[in-house]
């Protein structure tokens, strides 16, 4: 579902070189977590997937169910079924929730040429999905993501994730300010997605998420780069020796 | 011997003084009235259109922005569906009043029955040698309202004054008085027409009496090639709240004065004000704010939103006396910026003869949020829709604060057509 090869890509500003030669492959129905070090380029590798025009491609191409996506704009790349769960939402005063999520369901129905949903159907399906991660309804009736809490945010990226129902699920830190209950909520949202068409890249720090996410594949991001891909053991290997290790042995 | 020449009038200000010249034998009133019509007209001609040279028309040079005063004729407006369904309206049909009858504690008469009671000459004097509003609507004005609210009484339906036009002249007054502890919203609402160019003045006056709680409402939807010139007076007494919202929304030329005195301890003013300006023209709203005695508070708020070669004007005056310890005055000018052609002036002036006080005051342009932008887009909304989104949101932020669900959703609408329309 997802190919990237040979990614070089740089800040579009300074010209800073943040990811060097990158290679990942990830299929329909696999959740691939990806690990690293601070400054290892893995924030800027779901906002390069999801099509932040602050980051340039200058070398390799992103494939999306065999098609290259960077020419595509980050709308587009929504439309066709990518998610990224930000892993600091921003807050947007003045813009309703429930507006915005009316807006962004219809607007991807539109680009695949589907129909718009009414109204008493909309509000059914967003109740429904905010009951399953525990989300208090008074909350869809402030503006997007204003006042939320640290937790309440991740909730509500899952609860667009849920609604949008994309193909490529990226989850940036989505466990970072989460505590022990809403990560299990959280977690529970992204494992109620998983199925044999929907592929999930988790990015996390920590092995805890992967407790509850369990993972297909583990990849380590340094420099830029994968350095070492194992299965969900390799997880358990850098939370017990840290990444120093396999840093040294890549190098 | 110092001679001063006076410079020759401008077509404009011909076209006034001959307009007055057709008109004054049907203006209604009776001799103080015509007096001090006749007082207006002879200062407009001595002193011409205000200029940059004044102060307080620093930004709007009127005598060369106001070109062309359409004579008396005008077409055919229309009595339009109100803002919100179920309010009671008070009519202004190319400047006439209507016979409306009203629900108990609130009194209605027209400002033409007014003009003609023998009581009306006082107030039509001007504020002061820079007052082009007051002098030009006192000379002119033929109709309009007054209405009190009983102390008290909390008006129930919203009040809408509706006024129609299609092109010419029309001039009218207002005069709203609220008694102690009563509460209305009024939604003060003028509407031009897309093909004709008209030119119109207002003069508002508000008078809250001590616990007072109003809203109101200043909707101006002038159609492109009109000139509007609106002035509103209000005094606050003692724990009266105003909520002045004002929404500008059309016109070639605006001016929009906004004039208060807090003169009761405890009152508080919030002024919300929305600026969206287009096409080629100019649109000021200038605001004096007297916070007169103690303990006294407000709160301003102006967004604009400027396209194409648009231009706007915010004067905010604050004026704390010396008297008025704890006074707490928040203003803040933020501009949305969306063409390189529009501008935008804000000028606060802060004039503080109090010692134990807080005063603020803020101005901002921006353009739209970049990471805003990106995250809506990466919920797959096209960048038009979401940069339309997050204009409107810049603006809805204000109007989220009127309690009125209706008044909130029809406001919203209009503005989303407006932003729909123009952007």
């Known amino acids: 579902m997802l190919e990237i090869k040979n990614l070089h890509a740089r800040i579009a500003e300074d010209g800073t070189e943040i990811i060097r030669g990158l290679n990942l492959t990830v299929k329909a129905g696999e959740v691939a977590a990806i690990m690293g070090p601070n400054g290892s380029g893995k924030s800027t590798l779901s906002y390069i997937l999801a099509g932040r025009d602050d980051y340039e491609v200058t070398e390799g191409d992103i494939l999306y169910n065999g098609e290259s996506i960077l020419e595509l704009d980050p709308s587009e790349r929504a439309a066709k079924g990518i998610f990224l769960a930000f892993q600091y939402p921003v807050e947007i005063p003045g ?77 940036d830190e989505t466990d970072s300010g989460l505590d022990i209950d809403a990560l299990k909520i959280v977690s529970d949202g992204v494992n109620a997605l998983r199925s044999p068409d929907r592929a999930v890249v988790v990015i996390t720090h920590y092995q805890r998420l992967l407790e509850h996410i369990v993972p297909d594949s583990v990849h380590v991001l340094y420099n830029g780069r994968v350095i070492k891909s194992g299965d969900k053991d390799l997880a358990l290997d850098l939370e017990a020796n840290g990444y120093a290790g396999i840093i040294e042995a890549a190098a | ?69 359409p004579g008396q004729a005008s077409g ?16 202004l049909v190319q400047g006439q009043s209507a016979d409306i009858s009203v629900p108990d504690g609130l009194e209605l008469s027209s400002y033409m029955e007014l003009l003609a009671s023998g009581e009306a000459a006082s107030r039509l004097v001007a504020r002061g040698a820079d007052d082009l509003i007051g002098r030009l609507n006192g000379a002119f004005v033929m109709d309009g309202y007054s209405f009190s609210v009983a102390a008290d009484q909390a008006i129930e339906e919203i009040i809408e004054i509706q006024s129609t036009q299609s092109g010419g002249q029309v001039h009218n007054r207002f005069a709203a008085g609220f008694g102690a502890k009563a509460t209305a919203t009024v939604v003060d609402r003028h509407l031009g027409d ?50 002045l919202f004002v929404i500008n929304a059309g016109g070639k030329l605006v001016r929009q004065e906004l ?20 096409g080629d023209s100019h649109t000021d709203v200038t605001l004096t704010l007297g916070h007169n005695v103690p303990n006294t508070t407000s709160s301003e708020i102006v967004r604009n939103v400027v396209l194409n070669r648009a231009r706007g004007v915010f004067q905010g005056q604050i004026r704390v006396a010396q008297v008025a310890q704890k006074t707490d005055a928040q203003m803040a000018c933020n501009t949305l910026l969306l063409s390189d052609d529009g501008e935008f002036s804000a000028k606060p002036e802060l004039e503080i003869f109090a010692d134990d006080v807080i005063c603020a005051h803020g101005a901002t342009v921006i353009d739209i949020d970049h990471n805003h932008l990106f995250y809506l887009m990466a919920r797959g909304i096209s960048e038009k829709t979401a940069r339309g989104l997050l204009v409107n949101g810049f603006v809805d932020e204000l109007i989220d604060e009127l309690e009125n669900e209706d008044l909130v959703e029809a406001l919203e609408t209009l503005i989303e057509q407006w932003l729909a329309d123009h952007g």
């Open chain 1, 95 to 171: 813009v309703a929730t429930m507006q915005f999520l009316k807006v962004a369901m219809n607007e991807q129905r539109k680009a695949r040429g589907e129909e718009e949903l009414k109204t008493p159907e909309f509000i059914k399906l967003v109740k429904e999905a905010a009951a399953t991660l525990q989300i208090n309804p008074d909350m869809l009736k402030r503006p997007l993501n204003v006042g939320f809490s640290g937790g309440e945010k991740k909730r509500a990226e899952i609860l667009q994730m849920k609604l949008l129902g994309p193909q490529l699920c990226v989850l």
């Open chain 2, 1 to 69: 011997m110092n001679i001063q020449t006076k410079p020759p009038h401008t077509a404009a200000e011909k076209a006034i003084l001959d307009s007055f010249a057709e008109v004054m034998g049907q203006l209604p009133g009776d001799a103080p009235v015509t007096a001090a019509r006749d007082k207006l007209v002879s200062a407009i001609s001595n002193d011409g259109l205000p200029t940059r040279r004044l102060e307080s028309w620093h930004y709007t040079d009127l005598r060369n922005l106001l070109r062309d005063v």
């Open chain 2, 76 to 91: 055919a407006a229309q009595q339009v569906d109100p803002l919100v369904r179920g309010s009671l309206v008070l009519p």
């Open chain 2, 259 to 278: 004039h208060v005195e807090a003169a009761g301890e405890g009152a508080h003013l919030d002024l919300r004000c929305v600026n969206l300006l287009a």
């Open chain 2, 194 to 243: 897309k093909g004709q160019s008209g030119l119109s003045s207002a003069v508002t006056t508000l008078d809250l009496a001590d616990g007072a709680d109003v809203t109101w409402i200043i909707l101006q939807g002038c159609g492109e090639a009109d000139q509007r010139l609106a002035q509103l007076n209000a005094r606050l007494g003692a724990d009266a709240k105003l909520k």
